[in-house]
């Protein structure tokens, strides 16, 4: 089933509660929240609704809470602030309907980040180009995910921004590719050579089963298996990094999801002498401070610039 903007619904309608299929409805019409996100919420609320039970009517402070904390005990940070986000939302919206109690969402806990605290979590440039080379070229989907894996590489793209990939958004003759961002910002990036190689390469093999109406598929990654059509989220782009990462053998990586490549291409490009902005105008950052975060990558140097401790100050 296709949405109204042309993305491929992870849950068919008819398999979902009619208050989440409304849920959703409003995320991408009255919030305008991109599909892939939209889709998450809900994956998120399919796994809280049988804790929360099936009445909104009984939810109180105290059972909210509870499973928001139960919800949250076992995931990263930045997962915790999805599912206390998703479950807000979801009560504002309930609550506007006048199915649950008002002001539900503050007895969540907020998750507690400190902007740009951390390390940025990246692959050294070899590593990286140990995952790229670990794909197995004799095979359709070797070739597909290569080009993702290249894609996530070198333009520091998204998950969602290659699912959401289509035929139309690449432009051979400027050799650039369209893509479509966070806020439904769409960008032109230039494509590289090695990139547009790969493109090629898997376009030359992929096969589908028809667009729907007979003709071929637009989105440009399908699944290997049949029936091939799109990826159903952007999840699946994750699992070809953690396997890719598997295969090529690297043992201890930071992160194991598609954002590492994306990470380890702002800090390469840093460490090769590209500035703040350029870095940005490639991620698509609002602003620059967010790019700033990867300055931090040359630990040894931020050594020799940190003072040492006055000796005998009180610590």
Known sequence: ?????????????????????????????????????????????????????????????????????????????????????ALRVWLRFLASRGACPAGLGEAIPRVPQWRLSALPRYLPPGEVERVVGSCDLRSVHGLRDRAILLLLARLGLRAGDVLLMRLDDLDWTAATIRVRGKGRRDVQLPLPQDVGDALLAYLAVRRDDGGGGGGPEPRVFLRAGAPRRPFADSTSISSIVRLAIERAGIANPPTRGANVLRHSAATSLLRAGATLDAVSALLRHRSLDTTAHYAKVDVLMLRRLAQPWPEGAPC
């Open 1 to 85: 089933m296709m949405s109204a903007n042309g993305t491929a619904d992870i849950c068919m309608d008819d398999l979902l509660p009619p208050d989440l299929v409304a849920f959703r409805d409003h995320l991408l019409e009255e919030r305008g929240v991109v599909a892939v996100t939209a889709d998450k919420h809900v994956r998120l609320l399919l796994r809280l609704l049988p804790t929360l039970g099936d009445d909104p009517a009984r939810y109180d402070a105290r059972s909210v809470r509870d499973v928001a904390l139960a919800a949250v005990s076992t995931t990263s940070r930045a997962d915790a602030k999805t599912v206390v986000t």
